[in-house]
């Protein structure tokens, strides 16, 4: 394995195995797990026989005794006649590699109960326990065993009960076709009425919650009902037939994690979720590389060009070349060629029927793969299924076979619209069709960026080729529909970015295209920049036309960021008001600054206390012009160069409405 695990592996102790002998019926017994630093608190009990948890921080009660436990298909409830069988408690501190993301050295420092239960019908089941500085996480064994083996989950009893009605940002689940591209809502908890999609992210005066899951692999993905009050419940995304889990012992549940700090940033740089996903199981994983990348694509959404053939055909060998140039010229990474392929006539969004090995005869695939090759550049292939699963899964290693022979690494793929009749993008069936092609992609070495995807839940951990993803409402929104409102990319950070990489397609100049009636971007230039900071993806796109880019001051920026990260700070941040990141190149001592407002000007002040200690910078920061203003002068932008810098100054920013800044530090030997 490179780089995974192979820096200090130390498990502490085997703290304490203990074997309880079989409780009387009677006797309920609690147990109880601590993080490493005593602060959060685990406990677990059975309840005449029903099995808990709860966790506290502190002084704070977050989860109050909440039900564990399934239903079953034409079998009992694995959940109301349980007995202790035995526990054992382990702790764990390593410190692993990423071999690419948003911080390179990860540490996993936890301690972990696991209890092993017995039911009424002799049937066993375990909970595992994990508990860290930054939250905890638990999940559901079931082990081999001859009194169940193949079995339905009907229903997952997990419970969430909150002790407080804190704050909550969310977006619903079940909501349509489109799955999780949504603006976020912000309403106390006891308010939410509808089920909502994970991650959740919960919020009072020094506590903050996120609630989500790590490691969904053949299971269905979990959303939460409000059962009353502030009770929550896991509520499974069902198959078409209404089963939640089809399987067979032995099972083990994803993860449900429960992360929690004092301020919104703690949730952005806790590593929680991939420390609870599985090390990396790739062999090699040198082929797999972060980069920035370009595509025929926005003129699509703007509607100047097409993705099927005829003549405003957006992914012509013509088109791509010159595209190819200009990324090459400017040391992209690749370049996206969507509409390449067959299958775009007609409305492909109603369960297309796409040919993922033909291209349009005014597509060259060989002679651009060469081409790009030459060029230094990465082609990245597109496979928009328009969610017709069982016609892509058909073609699905013809498919990877052609990338091979083209020595293709990168691929989007896309699930607009339908899916097969009943299914959804965060059920069993899909997260299994997810899994299938991230396997496949790995054995033919190929880098995902999927959209409308699963939601992510740390699987890049074990996969590094699974890149980055959508899965939630992107820049295209701004090209065709009311659009994103500043405060959108100042939730993004604290809500669905807590899972995982997010494609948002950042980089649109031409903030207000024309021809296209009232759509525009809601954003100032600067913040545009700003966000390849904010969003963390290792792979970002540079969205805009290459016309938009040409000559343009400000695309140096989106040149020199890096999406390669060393370390990863959150100076500030209010969700839905304002957030600015710190990031240290991974290949450079260069550190980057984003960082975004909302509708609302703001003064932040940025101590520079995370710049490496005893060195000078300079400071190349990309702002908001003095009268800027998204709503009616978005381009008004300056570049300032600022005298030497150091860990001991303090920068002054000015974010105009709806603005942002971003800023390179690079290393200033001349001390002026
Ligand atoms: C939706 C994706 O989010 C977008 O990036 C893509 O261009 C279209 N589907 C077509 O595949
Ligand atoms: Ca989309």
New binding site residues.
């Given amino acids: 394995m490179q780089n995974m695990n192979q820096s200090s592996f130390r498990i502490l102790a085997l703290a304490l195995h203990l074997l309880i002998a079989p409780c009387a019926a009677s006797k309920d017994r609690t147990l109880s797990v601590t993080s490493p630093d005593g602060s959060l608190k685990v406990t677990f009990e059975l309840r005449e026989k029903i099995p808990y948890y709860s966790l506290s921080k502190n002084e704070w009660q977050v989860i109050q005794p909440s039900k564990l436990g399934f239903l079953l298909k034409n079998l009992p409830a694995l959940s109301g006649t349980f007995e202790i069988v035995s526990s054992a408690s382990s702790s764990v501190d390593e410190t692993w590699t990423q071999p690419w993301g948003e911080v390179k050295q990860v540490r996993n420092h936890h301690n972990q109960l696991l209890v092993h239960l017995l039911d009424g019908m002799k049937r066993k089941l375990s909970i595992e326990f994990r508990v860290f500085n930054d939250g905890m996480g638990f999940r559901y064994h079931v082990p081999a065993q001859k009194s169940l083996k193949d079995f339905v989950i009907m229903d997952e009893l997990t419970e969430f009960a909150f002790a407080q009605d804190l704050s909550a940002w969310w977006i619903p689940a079940y909501g349509d076709e489109m799955d999780s591209e949504y603006l976020y809502n912000n309403s106390r908890l006891s308010e939410i009425k509808q089920k909502v999609t994970t991650p959740v992210t919960l919020e009072s005066p020094g506590l903050v919650v996120s609630i989500h899951e790590a490691a969904l692999v053949d299971y269905a993905g979990m959303a939460l009902e409000n059962m009353g009050g502030l009770k929550f419940k896991a509520d499974l995304v069902p198959w078409s037939d209404g089963e939640r889990v089809k399987t067979s012992a032995p099972m083990t549940s994803p993860w449900r994690t429960i992360q929690v700090g004092t301020n919104a940033g703690d949730l952005v740089t806790s590593p929680l979720i991939l420390n609870l996903n599985e090390p990396c199981r790739l062999n090699d994983v040198s082929w797999i590389k972060p980069g920035k990348y370009m595509g025929v694509?926005w003129g699509?959404?703007l509607q100047r060009n097409t993705?099927e053939q005829g003549p405003n055909h957006g992914a012509t060998t013509a088109n791509v070349k010159s595209l190819i140039d200009f990324a090459s010229a400017h040391k992209f990474a690749g370049v996206l060629a969507?509409g390449w392929n067959e299958g775009w006539e007609g409305d492909w969004t109603q369960g297309g029927n796409f040919n993922f090995t033909k291209s349009y005869p005014d597509f060259d695939l060989a002679a651009l793969s060469k081409y790009a090759r030459e060029k230094n550049i990465a082609l990245i292939a597109h496979h928009?299924t328009g969610g017709n699963v069982s016609n892509y899964e058909r073609q699905l290693d013809d498919a990877f076979r052609l990338l091979r022979e083209h020595d293709i690494h990168y691929l989007k793929t896309?699930y607009?619209n339908k899916l097969p009749a009943g299914e959804r993008h965060q059920g069993q069936f899909m997260v299994r069709h997810y899994h299938k092609v991230m396997e496949t992609a790995a054995k033919y070495k190929v880098m995902l960026d999927v959209?409308?995807p699963v939601k992510d839940t740390g699987l890049r951990r074990t996969f590094p080729n699974m890149m980055t993803r959508?899965g939630a409402r992107?820049t295209?929104y701004e090209a065709w529909s009311s659009g994103n409102p500043p405060s959108h990319t100042t939730i993004l950070p604290f809500t669905r970015c807590l899972a995982g990489p997010l494609d948002y397609t950042p980089g649109i100049f031409d903030i207000l295209f024309k021809n296209r009636g009232s759509f525009r971007v809601h954003t100032t230039l600067a913040k545009q920049l700003a966000l390849y900071v904010v969003l963390y993806s290792p792979l970002h796109m540079a969205a805009d036309l290459p016309e938009n880019y040409n000559g343009h001051p400000a695309f140096k920026f989106i040149e020199d960021v890096p999406t390669d990260w060393e370390y990863t700070r959150v100076v500030n941040g209010e969700i839905g008001k304002f957030v600015t990141i710190a990031r240290k190149d991974r290949h450079s001592n260069q550190w980057f600054v984003g960082s975004i407002t909302n509708e609302e000007p703001r003064e932040i002040s940025l101590p520079l206390d995370f710049l490496d200690q005893g060195k000078k910078y300079t400071a190349e920061v990309y702002t908001d012009g003095q009268n800027a203003d998204f709503s009616n002068n978005p381009l008004d932008f300056e570049i300032r160069h600022t005298a030497a810098v150091d860990n001991q100054t303090t920068l002054k920013l000015r974010l105009a409405p709806g603005g942002g800044t971003a800023i390179r530090f690079f290393e200033n030997t001349t001390g002026k």
Wanted: aromatic share 16%; net charge negative.
């Fill in positions: 694509w699509m959404h993705w969507e928009e896309g607009v959209h409308e959508e992107g295209e």
